[in-house]
């Protein structure tokens, strides 16, 4: 059994109440608002707009171009995680950053200035152009500005990524290389996500139905959040807030399909069977489930009968909610929101809805938390990525 990692700061960055404080974040997203809107491309001008969940800037904040966006918001969200942990630069921190695209509005703006001009008489790219480019940018970026010395790693396993990188972070702490890391994912709207998502049918046109009977497709979304994981004993000695201790995480393969997940959740199923074999737990002490939760037929389905082939009949216990149903799917970013709010569900005592839900499907036949926040006693919380490839991870979470 793990025991000795805590959390000690979070931090979000998400179209609800993307630059407030995290109590307001909690209190909105418990009542329920669909941030998931009509929304144009961010760098093309199309007639067309798509449902997705955008972090809107403020007017001070109008300077801040698309391709500088990924930066700046996983900058606020990173400041509010060290504010809210008691801690400044200069830390002998590690830094774990999940993207799935990483600075990828960068590469497209390049792009287009490039068939724009439709000759060859720019320079080439110079070093900074390339490694602006790269998917690694984010972390290099925000190690440099938070001196952070510690272990650096890049994250990029699908949707799963920022779940990945909250668990690799722990490991690290488990392993005694460090006392302290910094875990997070962020990721932008961009137009290749926005057609490559449409082109494969994914993308619903009306609304985002997590595990309803008439679900008919995700919208993407965008956002930063990260949180501060420390040593059991480094944080007490320092007199820290705890949130909550990360007890176990595992991630394993569907080895099934690039794009579409195990029908049986074969993979995600042994994800959560060995998160909670390394928390140490029975699967009876699992109060609440936050789910992947895209709102695709086979996502959902997938999930639903993961989650029974391991719990059984206790499956009909548990609370399960999916965050995408209002924030969208952010790629990176989705794995750390999930696993803060399932903290804030442990700290609280509530539960966020999954809304928009309107008729039962026969074969999703879970308590979903529909349309209403519910109360309940959280001692132990688990979130639960699923990404292409076959990537499935679990983290599980314990009240401090």
């Known amino acids: 059994m793990n025991s000795g990692v805590v959390i000690t700061g979070v931090g979000i960055v998400s179209p609800i109440c993307p630059f407030d404080n995290m109590d307001l974040f909690w209190n909105t997203l418990c009542s329920g608002k669909d941030a998931v809107r009509r929304t144009s491309l961010p760098l093309l001008d199309f007639d067309r707009k798509w449902l997705a969940a955008s972090v809107d800037l403020n007017d001070s904040q109008r300077k801040i171009t698309p391709e500088n966006k990924l930066m700046f918001i996983a900058d606020k969200a990173l400041r509010m995680t060290m504010d809210d942990a008691g801690f400044s630069e200069g830390l002998d921190a590690g830094l774990s950053v999940g993207t799935v695209l990483g600075n ?68 690290k702490i488990w392993a005694g290389e460090t006392d302290i890391m910094v875990a997070g994912g962020v990721d932008v709207l961009s137009d290749f996500a926005i057609f490559g998502f449409d082109a494969l049918q994914a993308l619903t046109d009306e609304k985002v139905r997590p595990f309803d009977r008439n679900r008919s497709g995700l919208a993407l979304g965008e956002g930063a959040a990260f949180v501060v994981l420390e040593s059991e004993a480094h944080a007490l000695g320092r007199g820290a807030r705890l949130y909550g201790k990360v007890l176990g995480y595992a991630s394993r393969s569907d080895a099934t399909h690039l794009t579409s ?40 389905l997938m999930e639903t009968k993961a989650i029974k082939r391991v719990f059984g009949r206790a499956a009909y216990d548990i609370p399960v909610s999916s965050t995408k149903s209002m924030l969208g799917h952010s790629f990176g970013a989705a794995g750390i929101i999930e696993a803060v709010c399932c903290l804030y569900s442990i700290k609280t005592g ?23 926040a519910m109360e309940r006693d959280v001692n132990v919380a688990m979130s639960l990525s699923a990404g292409f490839g076959g990537q499935n991870s679990a983290v599980v979470l314990k009240k401090a």
């Open 104 to 171: 990828i509005l960068y590469k497209e703006k390049k792009l287009i200035k490039v068939n724009e001009q439709k000759s060859k008489t720019e320079k080439e790219d110079d070093g900074r152009d390339i490694e602006k480019s790269s998917l690694s940018y984010v972390t290099e970026y925000l190690a440099a500005k938070y001196m952070l010395g510690g272990p650096k790693l890049t994250v990029s396993t699908a949707c799963a990524s920022g779940t990945d990188a909250l668990g690799i972070a722990a490991r």
């Open 261 to 300: 997940p195990h029908r049986e959740g074969r993979g995600l199923a042994d994800a959560i069977k060995q998160a909670v074999l390394e928390a140490g737990l029975n699967t009876d002490q699992i109060g609440y489930i936050n789910a992947h939760g895209t709102g695709t037929v086979y996502n959902d």
């Open 350 to 372: 509530i539960i966020h809805p999954t809304i928009n839900f309107q008729e039962r499907d026969p074969e999703c036949d879970l308590n979903y938390v529909p349309n209403a």
